[in-house]
């Protein structure tokens, strides 16, 4: 097995601390424009102040006229919270900056699992958030949709503060697309705020989508979109959803009126724990940082009749299933001596898993041990476990097809590794267009 490649390194263009955060400013890009706090004193204390500051935190601060005397509807769920763990939604509601500027919080919106990011369901319904009274509608049905123009009437701004993972299959992304969709639709501006990626925007990796299968139409009855195969990038993407935002603006030749509001003193080499600002469960399976680096690894196993972990407290660091030698599997991984990790036999029982996959049963597993994040290649790590468990497990490995490759990025990769080729030279093969990609998308970087 050839050694590992270390992927280039991410550089960008743009400062971290600046607060306009959108350069190029015209029709695609509004701002913001940073006008209240700005008197010497306070543009000194800032640079004094090198903590890192989600763009919640900017917006009120520096930018608050963006949104002064509108009525806004806010895109969200537990995601969205201040370096002090405030929710965004009620600072928006009735922290006396936005009283001042004459906001109006009218009504919320929440992805996927819900406003309190604790639903493993499809279907979910309408609720009322407690502590504000202002209803909370869902974007998660049988998939991911965005705001419907029905609910857009009395709206002069669409914001949206959600955190991505890092990863192309995350559907919070889907829904800041369908948003700024929604908001082209009806000319209303959008105003995203940024959060940092938690795996760094140091390093992209892993198969871009194949174009065939990425689909960033809006949602439509009996449609197949699903919120998260959007767009041709890299499996770990390596960007915020402040520049994936900008990316979208531009590729897809939206005519949004969009701004994205940065995070201040952000640096493109930080992982999330580098900010210091509070974790919070971007999903009832993400428990923490580990959970988030090895997702992309074993997302694609979602389609397939492997558990990854779902019902347990580590999910998506561990994969098993009842017929699983994981012996054999976990000392055919260990010969490839991949870089930054290690796998170890176990056994473990999932718990009310929300895939339903062999719940109450103690199965034969694998853990995926990290050792050097700043090395691993998750998408590798993932190439190489489907590659073993089917040279171990042919006959019992089950592939739902089109959701794997949704999932790993092409059916190419799927059936050169079910073919018994190498991984790792698999995985080589797509470096040049991960290379390009991240050339390319340095125009949209915010961060260096």
Not at 240 to 267: D, H, I, W, Y
Not at 304 to 323: E, K, L, M
Not at 355 to 370: S, T
Request: aromatic share 6%.
């Amino acid at each position: 097995m050839k050694a590992i490649k270390t992927l280039l390194v991410l550089s960008a263009v743009l400062t971290g601390m600046m607060v306009s955060g959108c350069a190029g400013r015209g029709p695609q890009d509004d701002g913001p424009y940073p006008e209240d706090g700005n008197s010497p004193e306070a543009m000194r204390g800032r640079i004094m102040d090198r903590r890192v500051r989600p763009g919640i935190t900017v917006l009120l601060d520096d930018s608050i006229k963006l949104v002064a005397g509108k009525r806004v509807a806010l895109v969200t769920n537990q995601t969205g919270v201040d370096e002090q763990g405030r929710r965004s939604a009620d600072l928006l509601y009735s922290d006396p900056r936005a009283q001042r500027a004459g906001i109006k919080l009218v009504k919320l919106f929440a992805p996927e699992h819900g406003a309190r990011g604790v639903e493993e369901r499809e279907h979910l319904g309408d609720e009322r958030d407690e502590k504000t009274g202002l209803p909370v509608y869902s974007l998660y049905q049988a998939t991911t949709i965005g705001p419907p123009d029905s609910l857009l009437q009395d709206i002069d701004m669409l914001i949206v503060d959600l955190q991505d993972i890092g990863t192309r299959t995350w559907t919070y992304v889907g829904v800041m697309l369908y948003t700024m969709q929604a908001g082209e639709r009806r000319g209303i501006p959008v105003v995203v705020l940024d959060r940092p990626n938690p795996l760094s925007g140091a390093v992209a990796e892993g198969a871009l989508l194949d174009s065939s299968i990425a689909d960033a139409s809006p949602p439509t009855p009996g449609g197949k979109t699903n919120g998260f195969a959007l767009y041709p990038m890299p499996l770990r993407h390596g960007l915020t959803m402040g520049e994936m935002a900008r990316l979208f603006q531009a590729q897809l030749k939206m005519g949004t009126r969009l701004s994205v509001v940065p995070v201040r003193n952000l640096r493109r080499t930080m992982w999330f724990d580098d900010t210091r600002l509070p974790w919070v469960r971007p999903s009832p399976n993400i428990p923490n940082l580990t959970s988030a680096l090895v997702y992309p690894a074993l997302v694609p196993f979602e389609s397939s009749n492997v558990s990854v972990g779902r019902g347990t407290n580590d999910a998506f660091q561990r994969f098993g299933a009842p017929w699983l030698r994981a012996d054999s599997v976990a000392r055919l991984l260990e010969d490839l001596s991949l870089t930054g990790v290690k796998f170890r036999a176990e056994r473990f029982t999932p718990s009310r898993p929300g895939d339903g996959k062999y719940d109450g049963r103690a199965i034969p597993g694998v853990r995926i041990e990290v050792t050097d994040r700043e090395r691993i290649q998750p998408s590798r790590v993932g190439a190489a476990i489907l590659w073993a468990l089917n040279r171990v497990h042919r006959d019992s490995l089950q592939l739902r097809p089109a959701g794997f490759d949704e999932r790993m990025g092409s059916a190419r990769l799927r059936e050169a590794l079910l073919g018994g080729a190498d991984p790792d030279a698999v995985l080589d093969r797509v470096l040049p267009s991960v290379i390009a990609f991240e050339k390319d998308v340095r125009r949209f970087h915010l961060y260096r």
